[in-house]
């Protein structure tokens, strides 16, 4: 039985950019491209504790600016101090986040699924659907386990690794995934500038 029931988020974002050194850059721009309403994942974990929570905050204002969803991967305790909307990471690691922050837990594996379900997680990022520049050469899931292992599922599941439009695009002509009709999606490099999708009004 789940810890907690998964929380009722009819508005879960589509589209999930995730942040890393390699697009901190561009991070203001992609904010603004995204469309209203999208999802943004702080990870940022190359950087000291400090700079950390000063980089987080600034890229939050941006992101509230055109009604973006601000995830943090790190503690609970952390997530709900720096006003952020929910907390990324481990079904062990969020499994304690208290009510009112979103819980979005990682997945590689049908056991790591089955886990997100037991806490109550209220959407899973299941990777690495497609190769991808964060884990070279690591093993993936290809489209059809990716598409069996969220078909397992009990909460919406974000696509994640080497996702671009495209892609995207393609998966979800495959039809839904799970109960979760609609279709979400999570990039790094696939989200930059150089991959842009219909600009947000401020």
Same mark, same amino acid.
């Given at each position: ?77 952390? #997530?709900?101090?720096?006003? /952020?909307? @929910? ?9 304690? &986040?208290?009510? *009112?922050? =979103? ?50 599922? #009990?909460?919406?599941?974000? /696509?994640? @690794? ?9 998966? &979800?002509?495959? *039809?839904? =995934? ?25």
């Amino acid at each position: 039985m789940p810890e907690r029931q998964t929380q009722k988020c009819p508005e879960l974002p589509e589209i999930w950019l995730i942040s890393d050194s390699r697009n901190d850059a561009m991070l203001e721009q992609s904010l603004a491209a995204l469309p209203r309403g999208s999802g943004f994942i702080y990870r940022h974990y190359h950087l000291s504790a400090e700079a950390r929570e000063a980089r987080f905050k600034s890229l939050k204002s941006v992101a509230r600016r055109y009604g973006h969803i601000v995830i943090l991967a790190g503690p609970p305790p952390v #997530a709900r101090c720096w006003r /952020a909307d @929910g907390v990324y990471g481990a079904a062990e690691q969020i499994r304690k &986040a208290p009510a *009112g922050l =979103l819980r979005l837990a990682t997945a590689h594996s049908l056991r790591e699924v089955g886990e997100a379900g037991r806490i109550g997680a209220d959407a899973v990022l299941l990777s690495p659907v497609f190769s991808t520049r964060s884990h070279p050469g690591g093993k993936l899931l290809g489209p059809l386990r990716f598409r069996l292992l969220a078909q397992r599922a #009990a909460m919406p599941v974000i /696509a994640l @690794g080497g996702m671009t439009r495209h892609k995207a695009a393609m998966l &979800a002509r495959g *039809g839904p =995934l799970n109960r979760d009709h609609a279709f979400h999606w999570a990039a790094i490099d696939g989200l930059s500038r150089r991959n842009p999708v219909p600009r947000a009004s401020a």
